[in-house]
């Protein structure tokens, strides 16, 4: 929110309770190494340094102050600033009049909407998801395959899960959950490697799997079982398993999950009743490629 008054005064102190609204004193600009914009003279920097800032917000805190938004992004504190008050004035970001810390602000919502609105993955999946969803009776999902991560695009949660568990939206690492070594088994298997090998392996309970060798023996079994299986890699007590969604290129995009809890079910009963309810809506839902639609025909 834009807010009026006298003219600013400089001051020097960024941390909770101190004045963050004035513009701190201009520091010598950081040469920041700027391999995009060198390599690709459209690139706009300033862009790609708002993102950042509003990445900086994706540790999990729910507010975060000037100095902290510059060491998580690498600017100085007075670029830092500028970029914050601009993404506020959007409405992008929300200041707390008490404690003058920042959180992400109602607006986001409408970038989220606008890519789910054209998500034709989810739209195409959310019947067989719900018709899924009624047969097992548990959390059926949806993921798509982002880069080494997955995000959540579609979720069916019980009425018993937590809310930052049922968020749309959410993403975590492919290596940790069924579904992105679900996906990962799609792949080929140096290019699975790549992604495993190159990503940041850090444990998210006390059974998160991180040693290469063992996530590359998970991927090797869901890739001759047609599905994942984790327990309590993502969320203790929780058993799930998934199955890749493939495009018409036969390229895996996403997985439907199914989550449980390990208090209700077993290992073994999973992996009977479950696993093929997964195969099954994920192969509904991928896109024939033009040699399946002449066998069909």
Not at 38 to 58: C, I, N, Q, T, Y
Not at 256 to 268: D, Q
Request: glycine residues 8%; proline residues 6%; contains cysteine.
């Amino acid at each position: 929110m834009r807010e009026s008054g006298p003219p600013p005064e400089r001051f020097s102190g960024v941390e909770r309770g101190e004045r963050q609204d004035r513009p701190v004193a201009q520091e010598p600009v950081a040469q920041e190494p700027d391999s995009h914009a060198r390599k690709d003279p459209l690139h706009v920097a300033s862009l790609e340094k708002a993102f950042r800032v509003m990445g900086a917000f994706s540790s999990g805190r729910r507010d975060l102050g000037i100095t902290e938004i510059a060491e998580a992004t690498g600017l100085t504190k007075s670029a830092a600033q500028r970029f914050v008050h601009t993404l506020t004035a959007l409405g992008y970001l929300e200041r707390d009049e008490e404690t003058r810390r920042y959180a992400p602000g109602i607006r986001l919502l409408d970038l989220g909407f606008l890519y789910l609105r054209h998500d034709a993955l989810a739209e195409r999946a959310s019947p067989f998801l719900v018709a899924a969803s009624e047969r097992c009776g548990e959390r059926v999902n949806l993921s798509e395959f982002d880069g080494s991560d997955i995000v959540y695009t579609f979720r069916i949660p019980k009425r018993t899960m937590g809310y930052i568990n049922t968020v749309v939206g959410r993403r975590l690492p492919a290596f940790a959950t069924s579904g992105g070594r679900a996906v990962l088994a799609a792949l080929p298997e140096d290019e699975a490697l790549r992604i495993v090998t190159q990503a940041e392996r850090k444990a998210l309970t006390p059974r998160t799997v991180t040693d290469v060798d063992s996530i590359m023996a998970g991927v090797a079994d869901a890739r001759r079982l047609g599905y994942a299986f984790t327990d309590s890699e993502i969320l203790l007590g929780e058993l799930a398993v998934a199955a890749a969604v493939l495009d018409h290129r036969g390229h895996p995009v996403g997985a439907v999950h199914i989550s449980v809890s390990n208090g209700a079910w077993s290992e073994a009963r999973v992996r009977e009743d479950l696993a093929p309810l997964a195969m099954e809506t994920a192969q509904t839902i991928s896109r024939p490629g033009p040699s399946t639609r002449r066998r069909r025909e």
